[in-house]
């Protein structure tokens, strides 16, 4: 487990990849998961978007069992782009980072303390769109 700022160098500066395979740990503000060269996926319940918000810039996948979530997450992936995994607290992200390694050529990042963790540093999201993938929305 790394943390965010050399998987962002390693992107951006060096223009290589990161580790394929590999999750990462980070604590981002919700500016810096806006501004990262990341898939930025909201593995939360339908529920838990309109209860909470989101960010603009996540795709909303609720992470039900590893094939169901990997097959809907697919059509999201560019060859080499990490992912980046939020939920509610940071807890389920860990399992489902372990999963997306293990499963997919890209690196993985579990962003910890999830949307609480956001907002408890101030962001205040936003509703989520039926074009973020909400379909309750």
Same mark, same amino acid.
């Given at each position: 487990m790394r943390c965010l700022a050399p998987l962002l160098i390693a992107l951006s500066v060096l223009n290589t990849p990161a580790i394929a395979g590999q999750v990462f740990t980070a604590q981002p503000s919700a500016q810096q998961l806006q501004e990262a060269p990341v898939l930025l996926v909201d593995i939360r319940q339908p529920h838990e978007w309109i209860e909470t918000g989101v960010l603009p810039n996540a795709v909303l996948l609720p992470f039900d069992t590893p094939d #169901?979530?990997? +097959? $809907?997450?697919?059509?999201?992936? @560019?060859?080499?782009? &990490? /992912?980046?995994?939020?939920?509610?607290?940071?807890?389920? #992200?860990?399992? +489902? $980072?372990?999963?997306?390694?293990? @499963?997919?050529?890209? &690196? /993985?990042?579990?962003?910890?303390?999830?949307?609480?963790?956001?907002?408890? +540093?101030?962001?205040?999201?936003?509703?989520?769109?039926?074009?973020?993938?909400?379909t309750i929305c």
């Amino acid at each position: 487990m790394r943390c965010l700022a050399p998987l962002l160098i390693a992107l951006s500066v060096l223009n290589t990849p990161a580790i394929a395979g590999q999750v990462f740990t980070a604590q981002p503000s919700a500016q810096q998961l806006q501004e990262a060269p990341v898939l930025l996926v909201d593995i939360r319940q339908p529920h838990e978007w309109i209860e909470t918000g989101v960010l603009p810039n996540a795709v909303l996948l609720p992470f039900d069992t590893p094939d #169901t979530f990997l +097959a $809907a997450l697919r059509p999201h992936l @560019q060859p080499g782009q &990490p /992912v980046a995994l939020i939920c509610r607290t940071g807890s389920r #992200t860990s399992r +489902a $980072a372990r999963i997306l390694a293990q @499963q997919l050529d890209v &690196p /993985v990042i579990d962003v910890q303390g999830g949307m609480f963790g956001l907002m408890d +540093a101030g962001y205040t999201p936003e509703r989520p769109t039926r074009a973020q993938g909400c379909t309750i929305c």
